[in-house]
C-alpha cells in the first residue's frame, strides 16, 4: 500500500487562514445598515450570501477532515 | 409548554423510548465486564466504530435544547440568528486544531479524561485541581440544564398527564439505570436512535410549518420584511461584533468539553474520528439550520409573541403542525418524544464525563491512587448518581440570589482551551502562567456575568476572559526559562509517535 505522507492540520498555515476568511465572510459586517432590503430566493440578500459561506465553510472542514489529516492512519490500518 | 395534541398518546410514546434505551444498555452491557477498566465503562474500550462515534458527537453538540430554544432565538432575532449555523460549523474547526495530535497521544498515554492531558503536559497539582473544578462546574451547569429541560419538555408533551417532577425523575432514573449496566457504550448506541428519530423529526416539523404558510418561504420573508423589517435588516455593528465572539466562545468552548474530549479518546482509529468530524461539519446547516428556518417561519404564523411568549414557539408551532392530519399528528408526537429523548442523550453523556472525572481526576489521583480500576468505575457511578440528587434539589429549590452562577458553562469552560491546545503545540508553556491565566481569565468571565456585563461591545465575557487569559500564558511563559531537558521532555510528551 502506499504510504502517504503524514499531514497535521495545523501545520498548515493556508488552512487557518481559509477559516478566517470565511468566518470574515460569514460575519456580515461589510454590508451597508438601513439601506433598502433585496429579496433573493426568499432570503435578505445580506443574509443568502452569509448562509452562502457558511455552507462553504462547512464543505471546506469536511473536506480538510478527510484530506489534510493523516498522522497515523496507515499504521492503524495496517496493523488490522 | 402546552401540547393540546398530547396526552395519553404522548405517554405511550415516551415509555416506549425509556423501554428501548433500557434495552439498549442492556444489550450493551451484557456478558461484559465493563465495570473492571476505566477505559472499557468510560470510553467504551476506544473501540466506537464511526456510526455510533458520528452519533455521540452529534447528541454531545445538539440537545432537545437545540430545538425548543433555537427556534425562539430565531424568532426574536429574525435573520442574525443564521449565527447558529456558523458557530456550530466552527466547532470542527476548534476540534481540527488539537484533535489530530491529541488523539495520538491519548492512545499513547491511554488517558481517561481531558484532566489526564493536562496533568499529563504540567505536572502541576494546582493546574490540575483548578481546571478539574472548572470543568465539572461547567459540566453541572449544563447538566442542570438538561434536567430541567427534560421535565418541561415530558409534561407539555403529555399535556401535564406526567406531571414535572415525576418527569424528570423517570427519565433520570431510566438514564442512571442504562448508563450504569452499559457506561460509554450504551450512551453512544441510545445517542444513534436518539440523533436519528431528531434529525427525521425536524425535517417533517420543518414540512409540516411550511406546509401551513403556504409552502413558500419567500413569502414568510415578505411578510416579516413588511411587518418586522429589523427581522430581516442587515444586523448593526454591535451585533456582528457578537456574532464574532459567538464563534470564538461556542467554538473553543464545546470543542473542549470534556465529554467532547472524551469522544476524541473514544474512537476507534484516526480514520472512524475523522470521518466523523467530516460527516460532522455538514451537520449544523441540516440540524440548527433547518431549527432557524422554523423560528423564522413562526414570525409568519404567531406574529407579535412577547420575549417569554415566544418560549412556547415550538410547542404552539407543534399543535397547529399536528392538527393538519392524523400522520402529522402521529410524527409531532413521535418528534416530542424524540426531543426529550434528544435531551436525555445529551445530559447522559454529560453525566458519564462528570462521573470519570469524580472517579479519575480527584478520587484515582488525588484521594486513593492505588485503588482497584473496579473501585474507581463503581465510586465514579455513585458519584455520577450523588451530583444528579444535587442537581435536582439545586433545580427545585434554585436560589434566590446569585442565580447567574449556575448558567456558567462556556464561559468557564473555554478557560482551559489554551492549557490544552496551546500545551500541545508550544514546548515553553508553563504550569504557572497557564494556571494565573485560568484562573484570572475565568474570574473575570465570571464576575463579568454576575455583575450584568455578559458581552462588553458585543463582545462576550469568556471570550476576553480567554484574551486575559492567553496573554497571561503566553507572555508569563516567556519570562519562564526552561532547560533544555525539559523542552525535549515535552517534545516528546507531545510526539506522534503511536508507541511510547
Known sequence: MEKNEVKEPIQQKWIWVGVVLMMLAIVPWYFSKGGEITIVLGFPAWALVSLFFSLILCGYLSWVCVKHWNIVEDLEEDGK | ?500
Open chain 2, 1 to 500: 409548554m402546552d401540547l393540546a395534541f398530547s396526552g395519553m398518546d404522548g405517554v405511550i410514546i415516551l415509555v416506549s423510548y425509556a423501554i428501548v434505551m433500557l434495552l439498549i444498555g442492556y444489550l450493551s452491557g451484557r456478558g461484559k465486564n465493563l465495570q473492571n477498566s476505566l477505559s472499557d465503562y468510560f470510553l467504551a474500550g476506544k473501540n466506537l466504530g464511526i456510526i455510533a462515534l458520528f452519533f455521540t458527537l452529534y447528541a454531545t453538540q445538539y440537545s432537545g435544547n437545540t430545538i425548543v430554544g433555537y427556534a425562539p432565538a430565531a424568532y426574536r432575532m429574525g435573520f442574525g440568528w443564521l449565527q447558529s449555523i456558523s458557530f456550530m460549523t466552527i466547532i470542527i474547526a476548534a476540534y481540527l486544531l488539537f484533535a489530530p495530535r491529541l488523539y495520538v497521544v491519548s492512545k499513547r498515554k491511554n488517558f481517561i479524561t481531558p484532566t489526564d492531558w493536562v496533568h499529563h503536559r504540567f505536572k502541576s497539582s494546582a493546574v490540575t485541581i483548578l481546571s478539574v473544578i472548572l470543568m465539572l462546574w461547567g459540566l453541572g451547569n449544563y447538566l442542570l440544564e438538561q434536567l430541567v429541560a427534560i421535565g418541561q419538555a415530558v409534561s407539555g408533551l403529555t399535556g401535564g398527564t406526567i406531571p414535572y417532577q415525576f418527569a424528570v425523575i423517570a427519565f433520570v432514573l431510566v438514564m442512571l439505570a442504562y448508563e450504569w449496566m452499559g457506561g460509554m457504550k450504551a450512551v453512544a448506541f441510545t445517542d444513534v436512535m436518539q440523533g436519528v428519530v431528531l434529525m427525521i423529526g425536524i425535517i417533517i416539523f420543518l414540512a409540516g410549518s411550511l406546509y401551513l404558510v403556504g409552502g413558500n418561504f419567500g413569502n414568510v420573508t415578505s411578510f416579516i420584511a413588511d411587518n418586522e423589517p429589523a427581522k430581516v435588516g442587515v444586523p448593526p455593528m454591535d451585533a456582528s461584533i457578537n456574532w464574532m465572539s459567538m464563534l470564538i466562545l461556542v467554538g473553543f468552548g464545546a470543542a473542549i468539553y470534556p465529554h467532547a474530549v472524551q469522544r476524541i479518546y473514544s474512537a476507534q482509529s484516526e480514520k472512524t474520528l475523522k470521518k466523523s468530524l467530516s460527516r460532522m461539519a455538514w451537520m449544523p446547516p441540516l440540524t440548527t439550520g433547518l431549527v432557524f428556518v422554523i423560528g423564522i417561519i413562526g414570525i409568519m404564523m404567531f406574529p407579535g409573541l412577547s420575549s417569554g411568549d415566544s418560549e412556547q414557539l415550538v410547542g404552539m408551532m407543534a399543535n397547529e403542525i399536528a392538527a393538519i392530519n392524523s400522520f402529522y399528528y402521529w410524527i409531532m408526537i413521535l418528534f416530542f418524544g424524540g426531543i426529550v429523548a434528544a435531551i436525555v442523550s445529551t445530559a447522559d453523556s454529560v453525566l458519564l464525563s462528570f462521573s470519570s472525572m469524580i472517579s479519575n481526576d480527584i478520587y484515582g489521583r488525588f484521594v486513593n491512587p492505588r485503588a482497584t480500576e473496579h473501585k474507581k468505575v463503581l465510586i465514579g457511578k455513585v458519584g455520577g448518581i450523588i451530583a444528579v440528587a444535587a442537581l435536582l434539589w439545586l433545580a427545585w429549590n434554585p436560589p434566590a440570589t446569585l442565580y447567574e452562577i449556575f448558567v456558567l458553562k462556556f464561559e468557564l469552560l473555554v478557560q482551559v482551551a489554551p492549557a490544552i491546545i496551546l500545551g500541545l503545540y508550544w514546548k515553553r508553556l508553563s504550569a504557572k502562567p497557564v494556571f494565573w491565566g485560568m484562573l484570572l481569565g475565568a474570574l473575570l468571565a465570571g464576575i463579568m456575568t454576575l455583575t450584568g456585563y455578559k458581552t462588553v461591545f458585543g463582545i462576550h465575557g469568556g471570550v476576553l476572559g480567554l484574551g486575559l487569559n492567553v496573554f497571561i500564558a503566553v507572555v508569563g511563559s516567556l519570562f519562564i526559562t526552561t532547560s533544555a531537558k525539559e523542552e525535549s521532555e515535552v517534545e516528546e510528551m507531545t510526539s506522534l509517535k503511536l508507541e511510547a
